[in-house]
């Protein structure tokens, strides 16, 4: 079924209008300009963000205005296309015309939009698969839906040769051609009925590109078409019969995270506080999105998200909706409805902070995995087919399907989710067996190229100009390129031949079958060494390996309390839930200090951390200060889109994460200078500086407790300020006696470079043989700064890079850079087995060459001097 589309709002050139007469529209468009007034520029181009003009063709999108009484309206089948102007209505009849055409406009209705996946939304090269798996309640999945598809192609696609094409549920619910060179296109496919279940249903987007005038295989890279995730999605109702079971069916937000509203009626303390971020965490792991946004204040509103309420039936009284809930006896959840446009509240709630507890382990618990055949295969596969090792795959399980490719350039890409405490080295080799064929008449050129996270891990050339089927092409791949957590391979076959010279793209034998891939292709993966790397990132984005350890529980450290932090701190806290798939039972601490032994998460601005905090890490406070003191004096304020994120035509051009786009505005900060060292005369006459004085109170008032905590509370409110300089002292004192030893055992580590474009830096501490010492510091300028990076980080596009010791992010465009450790230890994670010993051994030679030629020249030594006493003693010695 062919779509009904939306038509852009084009740019000159790219539009389909019919060329009206100069004259009078000439003179209409300069009355227009000097009568209307200009509207502020949207992402689609030009004109309102909410209005699209469509042409007089389509369905329900289309309302036609009445016809005047004087004139008989046209026929959409006898009319033109009406002329989008700058304003995005159409333009003014010719002056022949008597008559006038019927203004046809749209709004845009809300969809239920698709949730953000380690692939983002781009389907890139000659043929390209999105698949999301999106949660429908059973009274959404029996209503009417159509699939919307909002998108924006390359200069390069040629339409005569590209489509994209929509399925749910493996049912082919339209096509449409790819043509959306200069703004953005919406398309829509009816879905019939029966096809949506509810539970889990799989939406998928195929692309097959083509170029316009380029045959190369390098202009095949050059082949794109960005969907945009603000407007797509399934067009239904809201989901009315939502309950604890379906909390799935949560709806994300325009940049395809879910947004968690954490109600206030006060001001928490640090008990109920970490309440409330272990009830995020649950509701993180049920909701099974990768991308959570967490907020503290006022409830949401719209259907995106939900509103989070947190604490004993004390501390919730009185809160708008809790009436309804009845006594509470003990652990209680419940899921109030939306009212009005406020998003449904999830209450957890009992008698006591215990209770609350009970309750949030039962929300982590919550939850249904049910959905159609397709839905529920892929629902686990999003984040990448987990593997132990010792297994043998076949790329069906994957969802690779068998096909014939007519196309220069093959991609297959697959994703495997390693264990976070795997150790990569060089001490096996995993095996891809392909199963395939090629046609004859390829290039010399042509081969088989596999990488692995990016980087190239092996190629095969195709040699046989006659051609060749095969069954069993195996291929090695090193275990030094996989990494734990989320591995990306990607399969490509360099299909280059004669034709291509003379490129004729419209020619019959440029749709002949260059190759053919078979889903019975297999990868082979051997047994894996378990234990962590100290220091390494991938670990934490893994599995949240220091946090999940046994031994005591870990410590959230938030040095500050204010509101950006904590919801800088309940975002990263979420995010690592779903890492570990179960919430960690963090103790929130206002001070990193202290005797007891356990790991130790640090979120907060740079100033109000101790430097031995961040020496601890191998960074240098001296060089933070330098670099970020300026940034440091100012706060962001939210953009054009809110806290939501950007979107404009640029951004999706460049394939930017919605999320990643620092505030545009910066406000100074009014920060009071230390008070003056005691002198023994001080002039007479000089007033107390306003500076010296303490900064008024904001008034004590609900709304003022709600939109804004106290910003000035710091760990000194906790902690004695004679404690914290004598802790300081001895803390220092032990770092340069620590820092003394290690130097006499071997070379002393530098410090980590940091990035001066950095908005955000989170770097690991190794924590030597012990993960419960590891320390993992997350750190910005300033507290609106660090909320907005931290929600650029947990995007799947950013999170799955984080590798190294020490990650530098610049939040304005999600650019990660990364610092490798110079030397790790391995830890382990698991019972002693010689097995497991042989393989840790065997890597950790690996990484370190030094001590294995070492071990290898003593041997040899060792063999030469006992060969040598065991010659002398035979034979007989000449005389």
Known sequence: MRAMAVQPLSRAGFGPARRAPRTPALALFCALMVGVPAHAQSFLGTGPAERLTVPPTGDALRKQSPAPAQAPARTPTSSAPPTPTAQGRPSAPDSADGGRRPQIQATI???????????????????????????????????????????????????????????????????????????????????????????????????????????????????????????????????????????????????????????????????????????????????????????????????????????????????????????????????????????????????????????????????????????????????????????????????????????????????????????????????????????????????????????????????????????????????????????????????????????????????????????????????????????????????????????PRPRLVLPVADRETADAAATLAARLAIAAKRVIDFELVPDAGGTESSAKLVVAPARALNPVTIQEVGLDPEEIRRIWGGRAETVATPGQFGPEGVLTLDRLRRNLPMRCALPPAAVPVSVAAAPPAASTAAPAAAPPAPRSTPRPAAPETDEELVARWDQTMSGAAFVPSVLREGWTRLANGALRLRSGVTGLIEAPTADVPVNPRASLIIAEDSGGTRLGETTVLVTAPNPSMLKASVSCLVDPLVWTRLVGRAAFLDASDGTLTTVQPDRVALIETRSWSLANFRLVSAAWLSLNPGYYVGMTLFMALCLGLATTGLVRQLGRRNS
């Open 109 to 551: 209705a809300p969809a239920r939009r698709l949730p953000a996946g380690t692939r983002g939304f781009r389907l890139s090269g000659e043929e390209d698969v999105l698949q999301y798996p999106v949660y429908l309640t059973e009274g959404q999945a029996r209503g009417a839906a159509r699939l919307r598809v909002s998108y924006l192609s390359a200069i390069s696609v040629a339409p005569e040769g590209s489509e994209l094409t929509g399925l749910v549920n493996g049912t082919k619910v339209g096509w449409t051609r790819i043509q959306a060179p200069g703004a953005v296109k919406v398309v829509e496919f009816a879905i019939p009925d029966g096809v949506l279940k509810a539970g889990y249903n799989a939406v998928t987007l195929t692309a097959s590109q083509r170029h316009r005038v380029d045959c190369a295989i390098e202009a095949t890279y050059e082949l794109w078409t960005q969907i945009d995730p603000s407007r797509s999605g399934l067009v239904i109702a809201p989901a009315a019969d939502l309950d604890l079971k379906s909390l799935a069916a949560l709806e994300p937000d325009e940049s395809g995270a879910l947004p968690m509203g954490v109600l206030l009626n006060e001001k928490p303390t640090l008990p109920r506080l970490e309440r409330m971020i272990g009830a995020v965490q649950a509701l993180a792991v049920v909701s099974r999105l990768a991308r959570p946004a967490v907020s503290f204040g006022p409830p949401l509103s719209g259907r995106s998200g939900v509103n989070l309420l947190v604490g004993t039936a004390a501390e919730i009284r009185g809160t708008d909706g809790v009436e309804d809930l009845g006594p509470i006896t003990g652990p209680r959840l419940a899921l109030l409805p939306p009212r009005g446009n406020r998003a449904p509240t999830l209450v957890v709630t009992g008698l006591g902070p215990d209770d609350v507890r009970a309750a949030t382990a039962q929300l982590a618990a919550a939850g249904d995995a049910g959905g159609s055949g397709p839905g529920t295969a892929l629902a686990p596969l999003i984040r990448g087919y987990e593997v132990q090792g010792g297994e043998r795959l076949e790329l069906q399980r994957l969802g690779v399907t068998s096909r014939e490719f007519n196309g220069r350039l093959l991609r297959t890409r697959i994703e495997l989710r390693f264990p976070p405490d795997f150790v990569p080295a060089d001490y096996g080799k995993a095996m891809l067996h392909l199963a395939g064929g090629y046609a004859a008449g390829l290039d010399s050129s042509a081969q088989i190229v596999v990488d692995i996270n990016g980087r190239n891990a092996a190629s095969v050339p195709l040699p046989y100009a006659r051609g060749e089927v095969f069954d069993d092409q195996a291929i090695p791949l090193p275990l030094s390129l996989w990494r734990p957590g989320l591995n990306s391979v990607e399969i490509s076959a360099q299909l280059p031949n004669a034709a291509d010279k003379v490129c004729d793209t419209l020619s019959p034998a440029a749709r002949q079958p260059r190759f053919l891939f078979l889903d019975r292709t297999r990868l082979e993966i051997p047994s894996l060494a378990r234990a962590v790397r100290s220091p390494d990132l991938a670990a934490v984005k893994a599995g949240a390996v220091p946090f999940t350890a046994p031994g």
